[in-house]
């Protein structure tokens, strides 16, 4: 099946820990996006990616790194810098020029 | 950056309504996408539409860029139709691939 694959679902960081958020699409897209979205609230775009080994910093960057070094995939590494990383956290990719966005199912990270 | 709004923000129907789901944004645009997210999260495209009109069974959407608004419309609501809207635009100087949301309109349909 064609799609946008994240995981976990569910996350756990302790005081201190970097944690790292993977999302892979089979999709051949070649854009791809990390957002965090708090309870009762819109999506916030964290970094964005339009080609390989190329990534752009959105709205909320601090605290996060990425990196893409296939067009399949788009790992996001909570680092221990973001100090309220508690959030549902959901990937998205588009075809270049045509700008619709399909997204993952999330990962819920919480602080122990 | 662009600026969002959504409204309602809560919205209560009886199964069989009717609704219309406003975006204002703030700049001209020229991605404009609707989305439903589930109770588990899940973001489900409805809509892209930057200008126009379309439509999809129940659901209807129309956008107006030169007065920097759009429309969602559910007819014969459905409780399955239950979650979160969201409106999401992306300007031209961003090429559209960035979007920005707004904070969504909550529906909740009763049986």
């Known amino acids: 099946d064609g799609g946008i694959t994240q995981s976990p679902k569910y996350l756990f960081r302790k005081e201190g820990q970097n944690v790292t958020l993977s999302c892979e699409q089979n999709l051949n897209h070649d854009a791809m996006y990390w957002y965090r979205q708090d309870p009762g609230q819109g999506l916030r775009l964290i970094y964005y990616?339009?080609?390989?080994?190329?990534?752009q910093k959105g709205d909320i960057a601090e605290g996060y790194s990425v990196s893409r070094e296939k067009k399949e995939s788009f790992p996001l590494t909570v680092t221990s810098a973001q100090k309220n990383p508690t959030a549902f956290y959901l990937c998205?990719?588009?075809?270049?020029?045509?700008?619709?966005?399909?997204f993952g199912a999330g990962t819920r990270l919480s602080v122990l | 950056g662009i600026q969002v709004e959504q409204s309602p923000p809560d919205l209560i129907l009886q199964e069989g309504a009717n609704s219309t789901l406003r975006c204002n944004f703030s700049?001209?645009?020229?991605?404009l996408q609707w989305f439903h997210q589930n109770p588990w999260g899940q973001l489900i495209n409805l809509f892209y539409i930057p200008s126009g009109t379309k439509q999809n069974g129940r659901l209807s959407a129309t956008t107006v860029a030169t007065e920097r608004y759009s429309l969602l419309y559910i007819s014969s609501s459905q409780t399955t139709d239950s979650g979160v809207y969201f409106c999401?635009?992306?300007?031209?100087?961003?090429?559209?691939?960035?979007?920005?949301f707004g904070e969504g309109t909550q529906l909740t349909v009763n049986p």
């Open positions: 999401a635009v992306g300007g031209a100087e961003t090429s559209g691939s960035r979007l920005t």
């Open positions: 700049d001209s645009v020229n991605n």
């Open positions: 990616s339009q080609i390989v080994n190329d990534f």
């Open positions: 998205a990719s588009s075809i270049t020029g045509q700008n619709i966005q399909y």
